[in-house]
């Protein structure tokens, strides 16, 4: 399996711990095949709890190589859990065959740069981070920002001042290489089309406040310059 990756937001808030946004990527040369995976919950003291009927899901799920779905219903929430308690992830069965990942090199470089880019630098309302900016905007306001003030924040960022929030976001879509290497900046921003309905690829949906919830901005129009600058370079994108 290698290359892949489970990819989640958890949020451990007294002893519940919610998992939300699951998804599985499959690594670029594997199909990936998984069948009713459950939670292990292995506490520093007591004894290991296994539940699959409530910490775990059923059925199949496919993942053709490179690409990413949604992990079965995307939202787990286990109870009596402590700080300390560790996990593991069983799978009831796994298997994979070699695929190849779809063409991740952009098509369409010179609009990405032209279009795609001036939009990822234009500032627009964000919904603050209850954890981060409580203290900082105690009116519940927070700064604008741009599609580059997150997604270029990652771990080896030259100022090494970057929010867990930068971190997370340059973890899913990653833009540190703007203006170094467009291609490859370019070919991650790709990976967030969505070839079968391109309006509802994340690129657009996200900016426009109705994609991933839990992504931190207020939302601005359909036709707003940086949905629709982001938009003509979607647009022209071959699969
Ligand atoms: C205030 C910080 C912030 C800004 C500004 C921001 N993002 Fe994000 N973005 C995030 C975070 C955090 C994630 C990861 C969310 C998650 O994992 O649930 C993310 C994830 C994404 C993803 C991957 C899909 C997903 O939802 O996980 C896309 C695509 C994306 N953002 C597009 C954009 C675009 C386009 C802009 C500018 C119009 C933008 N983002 C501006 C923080 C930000």
Do not use: Y
């Not at 095949?33 to 899901?57: M, T, Y």
């Not at 997604?151 to 960022?157: A, F, I, L, R, V």
């Not at 929010?163 to 290489?177: F, G, H, I, K, W």
Request: aromatic share 6%.
């Amino acid at each position: 399996m290698a290359g892949s990756a489970l990819e989640l937001v958890a949020d451990l808030s007294g002893n519940v711990l919610t998992l939300t946004g699951m998804k599985l990527l499959a690594g670029p040369a594997t199909n990936v095949s998984v069948e009713a995976p459950f939670l292990v919950q292995i506490p520093k003291v007591g004894r290991v709890r296994i539940d699959p009927k409530n910490a775990g899901f059923e059925g199949k799920l496919d993942v053709p190589a490179g690409t990413r779905k949604e992990f079965f219903l995307q939202e787990l929430v286990v109870l009596n859990v402590s700080a300390d308690t560790r996990f593991k992830l069983v799978f009831t069965k796994v298997s994979t065959s070699p695929g190849k990942a779809p063409n991740r090199e952009c098509t369409a470089l010179d609009l990405f740069k032209s279009s795609a880019v001036p939009a990822f630098r234009q500032f627009i309302d964000t919904v603050p981070d209850p954890q981060l900016d409580a203290a900082s905007f105690p009116d519940g306001g927070a700064p604008p920002a741009a599609c580059v003030s997150c997604h270029t924040g990652g771990e080896d960022s030259p100022d090494a001042s970057e929010t867990p929030t930068e971190v997370v976001a340059t973890q899913a879509m990653d833009l540190r290489s703007l203006d170094r290497d467009d291609k490859v900046a370019c070919a991650q921003a790709r990976a967030w089309i969505n070839f079968g309905n391109r309006e509802a690829s994340l690129l657009l949906t996200n900016p426009q406040g109705k994609g991933n919830t839990l992504h931190p901005l207020k939302g601005v129009p359909a036709n707003h310059p940086v949905v629709e600058g982001i938009r003509k370079w979607v647009a022209a994108e071959q699969p």
